[in-house]
């Protein structure tokens, strides 16, 4: 689905910026009017770390006449070996500093715009709205969920990207046109479920692969040409050189985005969504709860077992454990897919890393499947323990 241009083109280039642009001017797609447009752009990148660092030097260089970086956080030696966008001079400065001194470095015509701070509640909203298009380069759910809400709640396109050792994804959210971030995960996994890549590690140079998909897109929807992300999930695998494209649809039972939100303006505290798992899940789990590997050894006994996987489609297209079953969560909650449990064979439930299962099986329980167990962890746990070829998001 092709897009109208997300901004109008600036009145003129000048003289410098025909020269500088020139590669781009030649671009029949792209030519004066994409050049203009590009120059009247404003493109705010949150986090100038791993993703925010190949995405601001390609967006300055591109030539997005204003550009917003958020960022609380300094530069450290560790980031060195994917943020490249600081330098070994920089460790101790804050990034956004770091960040907008390359930047005028690479491209003095570009107006950097430093938010030196944390993104939160009070302000996300008052700095989303200075700008045409967010690229969300963030690393934690809690910042995620707050940036998808407060661009959906403005009406705000935004490109998004995620990176995990040698796995990566991005997308384009824009609730007028497509899927919100909650239609693709309604709900974060707990804390310490998903490590962090400060914990699990990332290949540096993923973030230059993620972070120029993230460009790419922004200068498409900046300019109009090809076909966004919009409603598709891109999912990058470093090891195999795949990239696949999944398609993500709105969800009529988004909490945002949805028929009928519950969600309508940006949560009171987003770290404390990040942890929440519901009284009747924490119960349903005790003497319920098997590990990935006691389930591989189920089924390497030939127990007979039912095993159903609780996420979204988009999800089980990514990664799959063997011979499971997919009924999303929404659809056990309501009560449609009970009828599709046997009442004879050992169910195992499971989901990304554990919270959705642990509330399906609590359903599950209620409507009398006493035996019924989840898996601990989820697939991320499977994954991580069983089949590392598999891959992780
Ligand atoms: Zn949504």
């Known amino acids: 689905m092709a897009l109208p241009p997300l901004v ?23 030519g004066m009017d994409g050049q203009k447009r590009l120059k009247n752009a ?5 986090g100038a770390g791993g993703l925010g660092s190949p995405a601001l030097l390609y967006l300055a260089a591109a030539g997005v006449g204003t550009l917003g ?33 390359s930047i005028r470095e690479i491209n003095p015509l570009v107006n950097v715009v430093i938010h030196n701070t944390a993104l939160d509640r009070d302000n996300v909203k008052e700095i989303f709205s200075q700008y045409d298009l967010i690229v969300d380069g963030t690393d934690n759910f809690a910042t995620r969920y707050m940036v998808n809400d407060a661009a959906v709640l403005l009406g705000k396109p935004y490109v998004w990207g995620s990176i995990y050792r040698f796995d990566g994804q991005a997308s384009v959210f824009w609730e007028e046109h497509g899927p919100c971030y909650r239609c693709l995960y309604p709900e974060p996994p707990p804390p310490g479920m998903v490590p962090s890549c400060a914990e699990g590690g990332v290949l540096g140079v ?41 398609k993500v649809r709105k969800d009529p039972n988004c909490a945002l985005c949805g028929d009928n939100p519950t969600v309508t303006d940006l949560l009171e505290d987003y770290e404390d969504f990040c942890g929440a798992v519901s009284t009747e899940a924490q119960e349903a789990t ?36 063997p011979g499971s079953v997919l009924i999303p969560k929404g659809e056990i909650l309501s009560g449609e897919a009970l ?55």
């Open 42 to 46: 404003k493109v705010l990148v949150v």
């Open 8 to 30: 109008e083109p600036a009145a003129e280039l000048s003289i410098d910026e025909i020269r500088r642009y020139s590669r781009h001017l030649i671009i029949p797609d792209v």
């Open 286 to 321: 005790v003497d319920a709860t098997i590990t990935a590997r006691e389930l591989k050894d189920w089924q390497d006994a030939g127990k007979d077992v039912f095993l159903v996987d609780v996420r979204e489609p988009a999800e089980y297209e990514i990664n799959r454990i």
């Open 339 to 393: 009828s599709r449990f046997p009442q004879d064979r050992q169910i195992v439930l499971h989901c990304k890393s554990g919270v959705r299962s642990a509330e399906a099986l609590a359903a599950l329980k209620a409507a009398g499947f006493k035996d019924a167990v989840h898996v601990q962890g989820g697939i991320v746990s499977w994954v991580n323990t069983v089949d590392p070829s598999q891959p992780s998001y």
């Open 206 to 246: 993923l973030c230059a692969s993620i972070g120029s998909i993230q460009v790419n897109e922004a200068i498409k929807l900046i300019t109009g040409i090809g076909e966004p992300l919009v409603g598709k999930l891109m999912v990058y695998d470093a090891l195999e050189m795949e990239y696949r494209k999944i």
């Open 69 to 101: 970086i958020v960022d609380f956080d300094t530069v450290d030696e560790s980031n060195l070996q994917r943020q490249v966008i600081h330098g070994v001079s920089d460790v101790g400065r804050p990034k956004a500093e770091s960040a907008a001194a």
